[in-house]
């Protein structure tokens, strides 16, 4: 024992660099990080002795200039004269308002259509997997061509335009329809739809509070339909309650005044929402089936309506399932809105298109179609991903 402890204590070997795995790691990463800067390097090196031997001129300066192309609908004031920047605004606003619109009326109806492949009733079943099994297997583009079709096409022109209910006018060139005379106060009942709508909040907060602190249900549903009725009908009757309509009428050949929805609007809208819809039908059935049947028989036992045990007790725990599917076909249906351009409604890509002919500046507007696309994804993601987080169940 005592030699031992003479000895010194042995070393450990030494481990060279291109025997640690940590040291190689960080190698091959600096080593890839530098071929694909090398990569981007050459490439854009490229498109500018490319561009400069064609006398092309690169950079946004070119947004200032006038615009000088129409654009049939808009939801800002618009004309030739506005530069390009606006007009792809004007593009930007009308792609919003048919991916936020789509979004909606296609969780409506595939949440519907989902829970009708579930009913007990044969028919109905039938008929809701049918529509499912037919629509997600045609083409969205083909279904957007037919969808124009039976509305662009197949109306008379605006002298024989049909007249179903009085001031309400279809023709091929959209829908006309009464709409309210320029008053002050609706900027006032717009903000009272906010204000209603945040209080819709809050009181759902305070009954889900109420109900799990004292056992207490409370008719939220019918409160919240009551609150943004009242808060803007009293606005209204406060403002004076102006009844004013601008109603559509024929001058020449076609109508004058109103509200108006352009066949490809209409058409673009229909074929998102129905081809969007028949997944979503998917997902929610899907979801619902996850839900053990054991909590449906719990509920049934306790007295709970059909309706009741549906809307408390299985879609709460579906939706754990179902959000994170839908978010990738809410995705898909805001993307999907680019084919807008194959039937001439004025989205981002059409007027980015144009632009682009007018003006050659093609990388510059491929450019901004995938920043903008890029951000409204990274957008919708972000929110879907926060509710997700927010109605998982959390472990104690």
Not at 150 to 163: D, F, M
Not at 237 to 265: C, H, I, K, Y
């Amino acid at each position: 024992m005592s030699r031992n402890l003479g000895n010194p204590a042995p070393q450990a070997p030494r481990r060279s660099l291109i025997n640690d795995p940590n040291a190689r790691a960080v190698f091959f990463q600096i080593l890839v990080l530098g071929g694909v800067a090398l990569l981007g390097w050459y490439l854009v090196t490229n498109v500018l002795e490319n561009l400069a031997r064609q006398n092309i001129a690169t950079g946004f300066s070119f947004l200032d200039r006038e615009a000088s192309f129409a654009i049939g609908e808009s939801l800002i004031a618009y004309s030739p004269a506005n530069s390009y920047s606006h007009a792809l605004l004007v593009g930007f606003l009308n792609t919003i308002k048919v991916a936020v619109l789509g979004i909606v009326l296609a969780t409506i109806l595939g949440t519907i259509i989902g829970i009708a492949r579930l009913s007990s009733n044969f028919l109905v079943a039938k008929l809701a997997s049918a529509f499912v099994e037919i629509v997600r297997n045609i083409p969205v583009l083909l279904q957007l061509f037919f969808w124009y079709a039976v509305i662009g096409e197949s109306l008379p022109n605006p002298r024989q335009a049909l007249n179903p209910i009085p001031g309400v006018f279809l023709s091929n060139r959209g829908m006309k329809i009464p709409a309210l005379a320029d008053d002050p106060i609706w900027i006032w009942v717009g903000l009272s739809i906010l204000v209603a709508i945040v209080g819709v909040w809050f009181l759902a907060r305070w009954a889900r509070k109420r109900q799990e602190a004292t056992g207490q249900q409370f008719p939220i549903v019918l409160a919240s339909i009551g609150v943004l009725i009242a808060v803007p009908l009293l606005t209204w009757l406060a403002g004076g309650a102006p009844t004013a309509l601008d109603v559509p009428e024929l001058q020449g050949f076609n109508f004058r005044g109103g509200s108006n929805m352009s066949p490809e609007f209409a058409a673009l809208l229909v074929g998102l929402t129905v081809y969007t819809s028949s997944f979503i039908a998917e997902i929610v059935r899907s979801g619902i089936r996850a839900v053990n049947w054991g909590q449906t028989e719990a509920a049934s036992a306790l007295g709970l309506h059909r309706g009741t045990i549906l809307r408390l007790v299985v879609l709460p725990q579906a939706l754990r399932i179902i959000v994170p599917p839908t978010t990738s076909q809410y995705l898909n249906l805001t993307k999907n809105s680019s084919l807008a351009v194959a039937i001439g409604y004025p989205d981002l890509v059409s007027v980015a298109n144009t632009t682009l002919n007018q003006t050659g500046q093609a990388i510059e507007a491929v450019a901004i179609m995938m920043t903008v696309y890029l951000t409204i994804s990274l957008g919708i993601s972000l929110f879907m991903n926060w509710y997700n987080k927010h109605i998982a169940l959390v472990e104690r």
